[in-house]
């Protein structure tokens, strides 16, 4: 299977910032790889919670060491770009049967903080909900999901009365390959959830040929709910590509716009990538180059500031002013 890589570039609304947001080399505790970060704005400060790989260097890894571990680290910021990093990470769980969670995604709904992850367990890939204390130092398990699904956000409100989140379910048996989609299901009280609805097919996403997942929780506009995914092509014939042997997929960024009182339908679409891979370091010095990871989406004044991860090794800025996101998804082209 190929994909024609070239065929899109990113779009010009979106600006990227020239520096790293955080690298491993900014974290005071031992990391490898430093990324997927859920990040909100809240009490006027941004609040962090970033995915922390640690443990082999690349070369170890080459040589057939594995990582350690994964933790989840805190950092806060006054401006959203120069973040300090608690000394120790905040939180991991590892037990007889949740290996680790990862990939943390944040929302502060009725001023309460909920967060996302996703959980490697022994039986399988969950989806699993935690609510944070104000300062993020202690985190009571929710609910998870059934396996295999991940990449759950949950909507900053509550809609019809019951609490949403999008999630990415991943039924290999059915669809023969990898061919995931992405979900939406509700909740009465964040603990059990159901009436699912598939919100949008990976047959819909002209420009990726392989899997679609959630990326950031949703942001309320006038318009609907703006929504970031991430959109993977698959290319058989890619080789070395990170300090995996071989990494065959890349990793763009999609955006789509859902019904406001019925977010499981979507009412505007861009036909084309949001992002896709291009800096010199979204496509070379990464744990797995040409991935895009997006996690976060904070709104300043009219910016929309999308925090992302780029090749699985740090986290970085980029943003659009939101008039521009909303027109990529309403304006027909
Ligand atoms: C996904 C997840 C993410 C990762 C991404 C790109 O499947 O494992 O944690 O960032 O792949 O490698």
């Known amino acids: 299977m190929t994909f024609d890589e070239n065929l899109y570039r990113s779009s010009k609304v979106v600006t990227r910032y020239d520096e ?7 974290v005071p505790f031992p990391s490898s790889l430093t990324f997927n970060a859920g990040i909100i704005k809240t009490g006027g400060k941004y609040v962090m919670l970033f995915r922390n790989d640690y443990g082999v260097t690349a070369e170890e890894f080459s040589k057939g060491k594995h990582f350690e571990g994964t933790n989840i680290g805190y950092a806060e910021s006054s401006d959203g770009i120069h973040f300090k990093i608690d000394p120790k990470p905040r939180f991991a769980v590892r037990n007889d049967e949740i290996l680790r969670v990862y990939d943390p ?3 502060e709904l009725d001023g309460r903080f909920y967060v996302a992850f996703a ?3 022994r039986h399988g890939i969950r989806g699993a909900i935690y609510e944070a204390t104000n300062d993020f130092k202690d985190f009571e398990l929710l609910s998870m999901s059934t396996p295999d699904n991940r990449n759950m956000v949950i909507f900053p409100e509550k809609i019809n009365g019951n609490f949403v989140r999008l999630e990415r379910p991943m039924p290999v048996y ?3 390959r990898d061919c995931f989609d992405i979900w939406l299901s509700d909740s009465p009280d964040l603990r059990y959830w159901g009436n699912p609805h598939l919100v949008l097919g990976v047959e819909d996403v002209p420009y990726c040929n392989d899997k679609i997942g959630p990326a950031a929780p949703p942001l309320k506009t006038d318009r609907g709910w703006l929504c970031i995914f991430h959109a993977v092509d698959l290319d058989t014939s890619r080789g070395k590509n990170g300090w995996e042997g071989r990494w065959q997929k890349r990793y763009c960024i999609g955006i789509i716009l859902l019904d406001l009182k019925n977010p499981q339908k979507v009412i505007g679409m861009s036909k084309v990538p949001l992002m896709v891979p291009e800096a010199p370091y979204e496509i070379s010095g990464g744990f797995r180059d040409n991935a895009l990871f997006p996690c976060a989406m904070v709104e300043e004044g009219e910016t929309v500031r999308i925090y992302y991860s780029a090749g699985d090794r740090e986290i970085r800025l980029a943003s659009a002013k939101l008039s521009d996101l909303l027109a990529l ?3 027909a082209r």
């Open 329 to 331: 998804c309403t304006d």
């Open 20 to 26: 790293p947001i955080l690298t491993p080399d900014d």
């Open 119 to 121: 959980a490697d367990t």
């Open 105 to 107: 995604r944040i929302t």
């Open 174 to 176: 059915s669809r023969g």
